[in-house]
Structures are given as C-alpha cells and as structure tokens.
C-alpha cells in the first residue's frame, strides 16, 4: 500500500501571499488530520477530516482553512501569509477518527519570507 | 498549550544501553500514542496504549501508563544508531474531544 503523499515538499512564499498544500492518505482511509510543527510550538491541531467534513478545529486564525473531496484527499490554505506560518505542515490519515493509530506523510516545509 | 510533557528534553546514551522517556499529561485520555520523527520528517506510530492498559509490548519497546499519575514511559531496550531521533507522546482525549494533542518530544541521540 502507497503511503501518505503530500505536495508540495518544500515551498517558499513571500507575506501576504496564499498556499495550498495537498495530501492524499493511505487507501482506504477517510479520516485526515493536519499538523503545524515548528520549533517553539512543537506539533499543534490543526483540523481533522472525516468524510468530507470538518469534525475538529484547532485554535488557529480563520486564514487557515481545509477541506476534503469524495475521494478522501484533502487540502489546506493558508492566506494572508505571515512569516510566523513558516512551519513543517504534516498530514496523517486513518481509517475511523477514532484517533487510534495515524499514518503520517513527509510533511511539506512552508517557509514564508 | 500542550497537553502533554515529556522528559527529559534531550538525552544521549551509548549503543546497547537502555533509554526512558516519560510524558505525563493533564486530561483523562482514551488512549497515549508514542510516535519517532527523525530529522524534520513525517511522524511513524510506535505504540498505542489504551486507558484500560497498564503496559504494553513491542519488539524492544516497553511503554508503561499510569492513569492515577497521569503518566507514561517509553523504554527502548538495547538501544542502536538508527533509534536516534526525536520521540513524541500524544493523547486522544475522550469522546466529543478527537484530536491528538502531542508533547514537545525528546531528543535521543545514540552514541556509537
């Protein structure tokens, strides 16, 4: 079975620009989460997608945003960019949300200059 | 904020020896999940020990709950090169509270 892909790997973005990242989870799965990592905040929430719907929100600003299509591949935007957005954005998929085991992708590193 | 805590911050062993980690966390939990991200990369599931469990095994892994304490430890035995990495708990909260809340994570460093 593929893993978790996520595109871009790396991207870089000028303030006030917006990006969209992509992730597509292990077959089968429906439930997708995103993640921020970085170095003073350690791994953060974000939101979590099950069926097309958002089930959970992190405490993040509006600028960050998701969604999933029917085929469980997910999306998330970030607008408005801010050099405090520069971050390791990884997404982790799973069968149910029930928040047992998560499979993570590579993770796309945003920086933001 | 961080629901969980995890120490030490940063530890370095010989090779063969034994390292401990411990998380502790401030919530009642469904379950506390151990994950290793090496160098900046995704994240891979180590263990999953569920709120009804009191320790579990895998390979040369040894995690331990103490839901009174709320607390766990991760024990990597005869420990090698490649466990060096960054070690991560995270808890999913009961019902109605579905996300995985992560821990700062420590840093191991195996010595050859």
């Known amino acids: 079975k593929a893993g978790v892909t996520q595109t871009p790997r790396y991207l870089i973005k000028t303030r006030g620009q917006q990006v969209t990242l992509s992730c597509s989870p292990i077959s089968g799965h429906r439930s997708v989460s995103w993640y921020q990592q970085t170095p003073g905040q350690g791994l953060q929430f974000l939101f979590e997608?099950?069926?097309?719907?958002?089930?959970n929100k992190g405490n993040f600003p509006g600028r960050f945003s998701g969604r999933q299509f029917s085929n469980s591949r997910s999306e998330m935007n970030v607008s408005t960019l801010e050099l405090g957005d520069s971050a390791l954005y990884l997404c982790?998929?799973?069968?149910?949300?029930?928040?047992?085991?998560?499979?993570f992708g590579p993770g796309t590193r945003l920086t933001v200059t | 904020s961080q629901q969980g805590e995890e120490d030490p911050q940063a530890l370095s062993i010989q090779e063969g020896e034994n390292a401990t980690m411990n998380c502790s966390y401030k919530?009642?939990?469904?379950?506390l999940q151990w994950y290793r991200q090496n160098s900046g990369r995704g994240l891979v599931h180590l263990i999953l020990i569920r709120s009804n469990e009191r320790e579990k095994h895998s390979g040369r892994l040894r995690v331990t709950l103490d839901t009174s304490k709320k607390s766990s430890s991760l024990l990597i035995t005869a420990s090698r090169a490649a466990d060096t990495a960054s070690y991560f708990c995270?808890?999913?909260?009961?019902?109605?509270?579905?996300?995985?809340?992560f821990g700062q994570g420590t840093r191991l460093t195996i010595n050859p």
């Open positions: 995270a808890t999913a909260g009961v019902q109605g509270a579905q996300k995985l809340v």
């Open positions: 919530t009642s939990i469904n379950n």
């Open positions: 982790a998929s799973s069968f149910v949300p029930h928040f047992d085991e998560q499979y």
């Open positions: 997608y099950f069926s097309e719907t958002q089930r």
